[in-house]
């Protein structure tokens, strides 16, 4: 956790008066590191300690208010069995300058007014499959693979945001469906590359990977950089999720020993829940259960939500969300932070 929360930990300290030394003034916290390193990093362990112990209290309340404090201490306990495989989505890529999905689209199409309405109708009925099928038939297949790769395979970012914080819980092994590259630099940056990627035609080897213990990423969806095995389009989805049936069995394969959780993931009726409902039907009772941290949506559309979500055995951690820029992922870094230090 220290990476990601020091710079907060300095900015603590330099609150305190600028010191003056040798003639120079050097802020608080970096003189602090530079002449007593070892002072330093035992007050950012305490500091950090209490940090957490906050987060952990609110998180208690929040928990407490939307009736999932027990729901929490199970995964907290799961967690430590290390039975979690997280299930990262897009919102986790936000904060690091990636484009969600309907922005991303829109943007695509902007050039022709035909397109856009068609498109802009598909996306706010929640058919983003749809939107890019549209884009890739009106406007051209190779169009829309160059541009994926243009926005989304870049490598020049700085991972920013909550997704820092997986590589600190998460030492087996990731689950997404984006196509960008913040898992690999994240896990990098924290001296814990994944020992392999799978996405595309090789993920078939994924199940086989995913008994072996090792930190590896399952790219469900495929990846910027290639279309092989991509799932983006209409015509994407029924072959991997119909014909093909690839993703359904790759989850199968996942969940058989870990519960997945949900992250930066909305979990609108989509491919991936209706293939989670499947394979709850499949499994029965012997299926695991599996978490997701979701924005509320109040307490008069919660019962329905659970309802929808329990049929794919999904069970959501709410987190209340005021402002849609800063709440999400005030509450995900929050949730994490808590979730490290065990059962609340």
């Given amino acids: 956790m220290n990476s990601y929360f020091e710079p907060r930990f300095h900015e603590h300290l330099d609150e305190v008066s600028p010191v003056i030394w040798g003639g120079e003034q050097y802020s608080s916290g970096q003189a602090f590191l530079d002449h007593a390193p070892d002072d330093y990093r035992a007050n950012l362990t305490t500091w950090l300690q209490e940090k957490q112990e906050e987060a952990r209290g609110r998180v208690r309340d929040m928990l407490i208010d939307c009736g999932c404090l027990q729901r929490f201490n199970r995964l907290a306990e799961r967690h430590i069995e290390q039975q979690i495989l997280p299930f990262v989505g897009a919102g986790m890529s936000k904060p690091s300058g990636f484009p969600m999905w309907g922005a991303f689209l829109k943007n695509l199409a902007h050039n022709d007014p035909g397109v856009l ?165 499949m499994n029965g009772a012997a299926g695991l259960r599996h978490y997701a941290f979701l924005a509320d949506p109040g307490q008069a559309n919660r019962t329905a939500r659970h309802a929808e979500l329990n049929r794919a055995e999904i069970h959501p951690i709410w987190y209340p969300v005021e402002n849609q820029e800063t709440d999400h992922d005030m509450w995900l870094e929050d949730l994490l932070f808590a979730l490290d230090g065990g059962p609340l």
């Fill in 117 to 281: 309405d068609q498109v802009e109708q598909a996306i706010e009925e929640g058919r983003f499959s749809d939107a890019a099928q549209i884009i890739s038939d009106e406007l051209d297949e190779n169009m829309l693979a160059e541009q994926i790769e243009n926005y989304i395979a870049g490598q020049v970012f700085t991972p920013e945001g909550p997704v820092r914080l997986v590589p600190e819980l998460f030492k087996l092994g990731c689950v997404t469906t984006n196509f960008d590259h913040v898992l690999e630099k994240v896990y990098e940056h924290n001296e814990q590359a994944f020992a392999a990627v799978f996405s595309g035609s090789n993920i078939i080897d994924a199940p086989r990977e995913a008994a072996s213990g090792e930190n590896v990423l399952f790219k469900i969806h495929g990846t910027a950089t290639s279309r092989n095995g991509r799932v983006l389009t209409t015509a994407e989805y029924n072959n991997a999720y119909g014909n093909e049936r690839t993703v359904p069995g790759t989850l199968n394969h996942l969940i058989t020993n870990r519960s997945l959780l949900f992250m930066g993931c909305s979990l609108a009726t989509d491919r991936t829940i209706i293939a989670m409902q499947e394979i709850k039907a």
